[in-house]
């Protein structure tokens, strides 16, 4: 009797595990193009560009005050009248000459200081221009004392404090066109460095 061979056996497939998606290939780097400038400049914004967010603003701060101390500038302009006499004085009794520059930096000196110091008080131009006169005034005078002290070989306080008339009549001699322009120069240069320089 025949036995009846059994079929050998298939292998069973084997299921199949899903497909891993495949990375793809690296390819070379490709160079990206650079954005040519706009016009020539470098930081002007490109097309296409998306621009950059605005900067926070500082929270709106309301200006300051403008200075109205009309006893500050009035004593800040006194003191610079004197100091700027006694420069000018100085100038004229060693040149034997009085110079405009001086004159009108005199008026600005003064000017300067009662605008910077006092502010914008309506008062202060006008006060420096009468100070400027004064100044001016004295620096003149103290130049003629120096003229007169060098001539007779005396001190500049002996003539100036002891002799003060001599010292007058003596400018009102020398007094010409020319030296009442130079008045006009300092006060002109003192009322608009007070108008400028106000804060």
Not at 31 to 50: E, H, I, K, L, T
Not at 188 to 198: E, Q
């Amino acid at each position: 009797m025949s036995q009846s061979a059994t079929p050998p056996q298939q292998p069973q497939p084997q299921p199949e595990a899903p497909a891993q998606p495949q990375a793809p290939a690296p390819t070379p780097a490709q160079p990206q193009p650079q954005p040519q400038p706009v016009d020539g400049n470098p930081y002007a914004q490109q097309p296409g560009a998306v621009p950059p967010p605005p900067a926070p603003s500082a929270p709106y701060a309301p200006p300051a005050p403008p200075k109205n101390n009309i006893a500050l500038g009035l004593v800040a302009a006194v003191g610079a009248a004197l100091v700027a006499a006694g420069v000018y004085g100085f100038v004229i009794g060693t040149t034997k000459h009085e110079i405009g520059w001086a004159a009108i930096g005199v008026g600005f000196v003064i000017g300067l200081a009662a605008g910077r110091l006092g502010g914008r008080n309506p008062a202060l131009p006008v006060v420096s221009a009468v100070l400027a006169l004064g100044a001016v005034y004295l620096g003149q005078l103290v130049g003629d004392a120096m003229f007169i002290a060098d001539e007779f070989g005396v001190s500049f306080g002996k003539v100036f404090f002891d002799h003060f008339d001599v010292v007058q009549d003596a400018w009102k001699a020398d007094a010409d066109p020319l030296t009442f322009a130079f008045f006009a120069i300092a006060a002109f240069a003192a009322f608009s460095g007070a108008k400028k320089a106000a804060l």
